[in-house]
């Protein structure tokens, strides 16, 4: 057996979760494939032993970790792209939008788009509403964020930065603001946020 695996899945996941985080800042994978990835690299062709994958707030961290070490011009895109989000929701106001993913987090690696999360019922408005502000957008799916069900997603280029916009009906609202518990214990926070919770961020 590995030694790694000998001592503990802990210290099998913090070496996981760093490869991964090096994958996600490097060459632009997603978690789920940098998880993969990741575990291939540190085990070799060995099976992955139960509890050794790391979550996503584990990869958040070493992530950040290696931004903070490898990346100079980090905090100065956290900042430059949380203002461009702000812009873009405060002209999509009428369609809930609110702040998700790496640029809420503040973990922007070079690859990373600005994600919103619309809340409205009809997506031929939003997308008409975009073509009319002269916004050409290519159509994606991606995951529910509750679930494996896909949802629209708009991808295009606004104020030089890359935008992906997922699109939710009114009622995926309910209960999507409220702060989840980290698996550590730590304090309760909350996956997305409004145009004055990303001002706030924002503020001096």
Not at 79 to 99: C, D, G, I, K, T
Not at 100 to 129: C, N, R, S
Request: some cysteine; aromatic content about 6%.
């Amino acid at each position: 057996m590995d030694d790694r695996q000998s001592g503990g899945s802990d210290t099998l996941r913090r070496e996981i979760a760093v490869a991964a985080a090096r994958l996600i800042a490097d060459a632009g994978l997603d978690y789920g494939s940098a998880k993969r990835k990741a575990a291939r690299q540190v085990l070799g062709g060995d099976s992955v032993p139960k509890g050794a994958l790391p979550d996503g707030d584990e990869i958040d961290e070493a992530l950040r970790e290696h931004l903070d070490l490898f990346d100079e011009d980090h905090a100065q895109r956290v900042q430059r792209m949380r203002q461009v989000a702000l812009r873009l929701m405060q002209r999509l106001s009428e369609f809930q939008p609110y702040l998700t993913g790496a640029v809420w987090k503040g973990i922007v690696t070079e690859h990373a788009p600005i994600h919103l999360q619309l809340f409205y019922d009809d997506v031929k408005d939003v997308e008409m509403f975009l073509l009319n502000d002269g916004i050409a957008f290519e159509v994606t799916e991606i995951p529910h964020f509750r679930s494996d069900r896909q949802v629209e997603a708009l991808t295009f280029e606004w104020q030089s930065e890359p935008v992906m916009v997922s699109l939710y009906r009114h009622d995926d609202l309910r209960g999507a603001l409220r702060p989840q518990r980290s698996p550590d214990g730590g304090e309760a926070r909350s996956s997305r946020g409004s145009c004055e919770q990303v001002a706030a961020l924002l503020a001096p």
